[in-house]
């Protein structure tokens, strides 16, 4: 019994050859819809993994801005703390006073003598805030850390910057000096 199925179908007179070629155009159509089934699922899966290609580009790019960021503002900190390191004033070995100041709404402290007291009040030295310390450098030096951040200047000079004299103050022919002690 050599030959085909359909041949043998055929012969022993089950099926007739309408039959036949239905069953052979069926089978084609199966053929054909099973090659474009896939090929809309390649489709398919291949802009599902172009849009996760993309994402993943955006994330990445994302990622690199948020780090150039980071890096600049280090660069920044570091460019300010070796700016004020290197012109910093050297803070006396036997300070006698201590000098209050408010930086960030907290009260902080720093001893120093009488002539750096009277520099600080002329305004010709300025606090400059480092990480967790405090350094006195000269105001050209304030002024280009200011630059950089303004945050960083605590204080330029001992003058109130608020404080308007009033026309009719009964007080103001006595200023307050500079050497009192609370």
């Known amino acids: 019994m050599a030959g085909s199925l ?46 996760a290609r993309r994402e993943k580009l955006e994330k990445d790019r994302e990622l690199n801005e948020r780090r150039k960021q980071e890096q600049a503002e280090r660069a920044l900190r570091a460019e300010i703390r070796q700016l004020a390191e290197q012109h910093a004033v050297p803070l006396p070995r036997d300070p006698e006073l201590r000098y209050n100041f408010v930086w960030k709404n907290r009260v902080h402290s720093l001893w120093i ?20 310390a405090f350094v006195l450098v000269p105001v050209a030096i304030a002024e280009r850390v200011r630059e950089r951040d303004p945050e960083a200047v605590v204080q330029t000079s001992d003058e ?3 404080a308007a004299p009033e026309e009719d ?14």
């Open 6 to 51: 359909k041949d043998q179908l055929l012969k022993a007179g089950i099926a007739s050859r309408k039959q036949a070629k239905e069953a052979e155009l069926d089978k084609r159509r199966k053929r054909k819809k099973g090659q474009q089934g896939p090929a809309r699922e390649d489709l398919d899966r291949a802009a599902a993994i172009e849009a």
């Open 113 to 132: 003598d009488p002539s750096l007291r009277s520099q600080l009040a002329a305004g010709t030295l300025a606090l400059v805030a480092i990480d967790p």
């Open 169 to 182: 103050d009964p007080y103001a022919d006595f200023p307050i000096p500079d050497d009192l002690h609370w």
């Open 160 to 162: 109130p910057q608020a």
